[in-house]
């Protein structure tokens, strides 16, 4: 068995990692009533409902990398990055974790790396 190509399997784990840490602090802002009072403005729902739309391109970019690994390398990789984004996120403040500012940063790293993944895929 040969190992899976280490550039595209870092930046696939790298994705599944930003988005699994980015689904877990926008899934703390629905339903609406738990929301922070920032997000309930109108600014604060552009800045959440475009993340979650950036955050839908993305993961298209990860499903294409997917393609170019084996299932075993996809099934591990992104199931390691999965588990290991609630150890990560738990020692970040709540304040960061439930306003804009992780929604952005989360899902700028996502894009960040999906634009480096366009590299491997084309």
């Given at each position: 068995?040969?190992?899976?190509?280490?550039?595209?399997?870092?930046?696939?784990?790298?994705?599944?990692?930003?988005?699994?840490l980015?689904?877990?602090?926008?899934?703390?802002h629905?339903?609406?009533?738990f929301?922070?009072?920032?997000?309930?403005?109108?600014?604060?729902?552009?800045?959440?409902?475009?993340?979650?739309?950036?955050?839908?391109?993305?993961?298209?970019?990860?499903i294409?990398?997917?393609?170019?690994?084996?299932?075993?390398?996809?099934?591990?990789?992104?199931?390691?990055?999965?588990?290991?984004?609630?150890?990560?996120?738990?020692?970040?403040?709540?304040?960061?974790?439930?306003?804009?500012?992780?929604?952005?940063?989360?899902?700028?790293?996502?894009?960040?790396?999906?634009?480096?993944?366009?590299?491997?895929?084309?």
């Open positions: 068995m040969a190992l899976p190509p280490a550039g595209e399997l870092s930046i696939f784990m790298g994705l599944i990692l930003a988005l699994s980015y689904a877990l602090v926008v899934s703390g629905f339903p609406a009533e929301r922070n009072p920032s997000l309930k403005t109108a600014g604060g729902k552009t800045v959440l409902w475009s993340t979650i739309a950036a955050a839908s391109l993305v993961a298209i970019a990860a294409a990398v997917a393609r170019l690994l084996p299932l075993y390398a996809t099934i591990i990789g992104g199931g390691a990055m999965v588990l290991l984004a609630p150890l990560l996120l738990a020692p970040l403040p709540d304040s960061f974790v439930n306003g804009r500012r992780a929604l952005i940063a989360f899902a700028a790293i996502a894009l960040a790396l999906a634009l480096l993944a366009r590299h491997f895929i084309s």
